[in-house]
């Protein structure tokens, strides 16, 4: 009987999107399963580790999480941000439609320009948890995932962690295929 040697892999991660988009409130969900209500805007970038087990394949990750700003103060130095990426969350409010038209004018537009490298990315439309304030549907999200050719499409809440796991496990797996790896499921 031999023994599958556990694999090894470290992946940049980056969340582009408008300020007040929730970046941060989904990074501090997936790390610290954690949410706080006072908003203070990212000022640069910040890095954040976190290292996940994936049993069915026998693989350690080691995720390098940049969490970018979304302030148009910083649109000449984020560029530098990009170097090195393997995926993205392009994350949206769904309560703010500005935030969802500047994915495709700004931050995939960005992506595509400053990525050197096959990347993945998925599209996040966040804050689900505020139905009554919902101005961007469902439907208009996974259309424009659609139209992107985002690799996925998934609705999460902040606040209340729905679906940030699996939006950050869809993001791994997509990275792990662009690299040829096999996914057991």
């Given at each position: 009987?031999?023994?599958?040697?556990?694999?090894?892999?470290?992946?940049?991660?980056?969340?582009?999107?408008?300020?007040?988009?929730?970046?941060?409130?989904?990074?501090?969900?997936?790390?610290?399963?954690?949410?706080?209500?006072?908003?203070?805007?990212?000022?640069?970038?910040?890095?954040?580790?976190?290292?996940?087990?994936?049993?069915?394949?026998?693989?350690?990750?080691?995720?390098?999480?940049?969490?970018?700003?979304g302030?148009?103060?910083?649109?000449?130095?984020r560029?530098?941000?990009?170097?090195?990426?393997?995926?993205?969350?392009?994350?949206?409010?769904?309560?703010?439609?500005?935030?969802f038209?500047?994915?495709?004018?700004k931050?995939?537009?960005?992506?595509?320009?400053?990525?050197?490298?096959?990347?993945?990315?998925?599209?996040?439309?966040?804050?689900?948890?505020?139905?009554?304030?919902?101005?961007?549907?469902?439907?208009?999200?996974?259309?424009?995932?659609?139209?992107?050719?985002?690799?996925?499409?998934?609705e999460?809440?902040?606040?209340?962690?729905?679906?940030?796991?699996?939006?950050?496990?869809?993001?791994?797996?997509?990275?792990?295929?662009?690299?040829?790896?096999?996914?057991?499921?």
């Amino acid at each position: 009987m031999t023994v599958e040697e556990t694999k090894e892999f470290v992946f940049k991660l980056i969340l582009l999107g408008d300020s007040a988009v929730g970046k941060t409130s989904l990074i501090n969900q997936y790390i610290d399963e954690s949410f706080s209500e006072d908003y203070r805007p990212t000022l640069g970038a910040n890095i954040i580790r976190k290292d996940v087990f994936l049993e069915k394949m026998n693989a350690n990750v080691r995720l390098i999480i940049w969490d970018i700003a979304g302030q148009e103060k910083y649109n000449a130095i984020r560029s530098m941000y990009f170097q090195g990426c393997s995926g993205a969350l392009l994350v949206y409010d769904i309560t703010r439609p500005i935030t969802f038209e500047n994915i495709t004018s700004k931050w995939l537009r960005d992506f595509n320009k400053f990525v050197k490298k096959e990347a993945a990315f998925i599209l996040i439309g966040n804050k689900i948890d505020l139905k009554d304030l919902r101005v961007i549907t469902t439907e208009q999200g996974k259309k424009l995932a659609q139209d992107i050719q985002a690799s996925d499409f998934v609705e999460t809440s902040a606040k209340y962690g729905d679906n940030v796991e699996e939006a950050f496990e869809k993001l791994v797996k997509q990275i792990l295929l662009l690299k040829g790896e096999v996914i057991k499921l």
